[in-house]
């Protein structure tokens, strides 16, 4: 698929973390870490156009142009699997304002539902990135680019560690502005709108709340019966 918004890295060691994130092997802790982790490589890289000015700076040896960030960042976890991106992203962007979204997919439908969200009145941030593992139908990070487009915001990403084609075909469609950054891109969605072959379900392998049926087709280490 070529969309010019779309950003899947190459880096070595994104594949590398990549394939122990998806392993049904990996437990929660190590879970986490990785999806740590790989947040910090793609925040990497969907922040490299992010503005500065300049500013001097003064070493013990003599004063030079240097540079300081002039973009306001906001991040957007989606909860609640986005929570486990917002660390690495802080650590990169210390100064980033963090504003959670609640939205989950309802199970039969599919849509998403709202059920958090404390933005205020208006946008206060230049550069908006959605932070969410997985970009599956497209509904959610549609939802909430809609979310965050009408509080004002107008340079948006999205960081995803897997995408879909179909979700991100929903969300070029809906709003080919937004670029995406992701670590993956994978085959389809099965029939419950779970990504294949994907990881399961990002919140539940992070929180470690495996359910005793789930994805339809594929069984996962934290849902498989004991
Ligand atoms: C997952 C995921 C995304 C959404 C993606 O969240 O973290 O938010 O599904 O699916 P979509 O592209 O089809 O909308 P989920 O609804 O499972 O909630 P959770 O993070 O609370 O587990
Ligand atoms: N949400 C997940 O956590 N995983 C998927 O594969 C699809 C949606």
Not at 32 to 46: C, D, N, P, T
Not at 128 to 138: F, N
Not at 182 to 210: E, H, V
Request: aromatic residues 4%; charged residues 25%; neutral net charge.
């Amino acid at each position: 698929m070529s969309t010019p918004t779309l950003h899947v890295s190459q880096h070595p060691a994104v594949l590398h973390k990549l394939g122990i994130l998806r392993d049904e092997r990996t437990e929660p802790k190590k879970f986490r870490e990785i999806v740590r982790e790989l947040s910090w490589l793609l925040g990497y890289e969907a922040l490299a156009d992010a503005r500065v000015r300049p500013l001097d700076v003064t070493t013990p040896m003599e004063t030079m142009p240097g540079a300081e960030l002039a973009d306001r960042i906001g991040l957007v976890p989606i909860l609640r699997a986005g929570l486990g991106m917002v660390d690495a992203m802080l650590e990169l962007m210390p100064t980033a304002q963090v504003w959670h979204l609640g939205l989950f997919r309802d199970e039969r439908t599919l849509r998403p539902v709202e059920y958090y969200n404390k933005l205020p009145d208006s946008a206060n941030v230049d550069l908006c990135l959605i932070l969410d593992p997985m970009l599956a139908t497209g509904g959610s990070a549609t939802a909430a680019i809609e979310v965050l487009k009408r509080w004002g915001a107008v340079r948006i990403k999205l960081v995803n560690l897997i995408a879909a084609p179909e979700g991100v075909e929903a969300v070029a469609k809906a709003h080919p502005d937004v670029a995406i950054h992701c670590a993956a891109l994978d085959r389809q969605l099965n029939d419950k709108g779970y990504i294949l072959p994907g990881l399961g379900d990002a919140g539940d392998r992070q929180f470690g709340t495996g359910h005793s049926v789930c994805y339809g087709l594929i069984r996962t280490a934290s849902c498989r019966p004991r």
